[in-house]
């Protein structure tokens, strides 16, 4: 099935690590993004790119980093810089630029600190 | 940033009730879509309606929209219990140099009661 796989779905971090979320599309999409929710809130977007190796900070994109080797991965990096890092991570691939752009989400992955 | 906003923030009605939901924007646009997002989960695509169209039906949607407010509605018709989620609305922007900008609202949270 074609689709956007997200992993751990659930993730514990300690004060000062960095953790990782995975990202992994088999849609073909050139472009991806990760955005942040937190409870009751909307989407605010933290990095997104438009192709490999090339990415740029969305709204929030203070302790993050993302890296794009791959065309179907996107992984992203929650740093200890980050002070405040529990919330749901929600990534995403859309379709080519254009007036008909659609976005895909996958499942989320829920970050909390301990 | 964000540029669609949702109304109302929160809806409860009762099972086989009509649920409606506005949404409404800033600048000039090429799409809006409307997305579903089940508690703790992904956002789900629902449907895309196009500038140059004024209303688009999907099974128990049906979606309108205005340019000359900048505003569109989702109608849920004959709502059932599962249809309890939040719903967003996304707009797709030309934001020049061949790129288009992809924002969210911060969504309604409709209740569905049995």
């Known amino acids: 099935d074609g689709g956007i796989t997200q992993s751990p779905k659930y993730l514990f971090r300690k004060e000062g690590q960095n953790v990782t979320l995975s990202c992994e599309q088999n849609?073909?999409?050139?472009?991806m993004y990760w955005y942040r929710q937190d409870p009751g809130q909307g989407l605010r977007l933290i990095y997104y790119?438009?192709?490999?190796?090339?990415?740029q900070k969305g709204d929030i994109a203070e302790g993050y980093s993302v890296s794009r080797e791959k065309k179907e991965s996107f992984p992203l990096t929650v740093t200890s810089a980050q002070k405040n890092p529990t919330a749901f991570y929600l990534c995403?691939?859309?379709?080519?630029?254009?007036?008909?752009?659609?976005?895909?989400f996958g499942e989320g992955s829920w970050l909390t600190v301990v | 940033s964000q540029q669609g906003e949702e109304d109302p923030q929160a809806l409860s009605i009762q099972e086989g009730e009509n649920a409606t939901m506005n949404c409404s924007y800033k600048?000039?646009?090429?799409?809006l879509q409307w997305y579903r997002q089940n508690s703790g989960r992904g956002l789900v695509h629902l449907i895309l309606?196009?500038?140059?169209?004024r209303e688009k039906h999907s099974g128990r949607l049906r979606v309108t929209l205005d340019t000359s407010k900048k505003s569109s509605s989702l109608l849920i018709t004959a709502s059932r219990a599962a249809d309890t989620a939040s719903y967003f609305c996304?707009?797709?922007?030309?934001?020049?140099?061949?790129?288009?900008?992809?924002?969210f609202g911060k969504g309604t949270k409709l209740s569905v009661i049995p």
């Open positions: 996304a707009t797709v922007s030309y934001s020049g140099a061949g790129s288009y900008q992809l924002t």
């Open positions: 600048t000039s646009i090429n799409n």
């Open positions: 309606i196009r500038s140059n169209e």
């Open positions: 790119s438009q192709i490999v190796n090339d990415f």
């Open positions: 995403a691939s859309s379709t080519p630029p254009g007036p008909g752009l659609t976005i895909y």
């Open positions: 849609l073909n999409h050139d472009a």
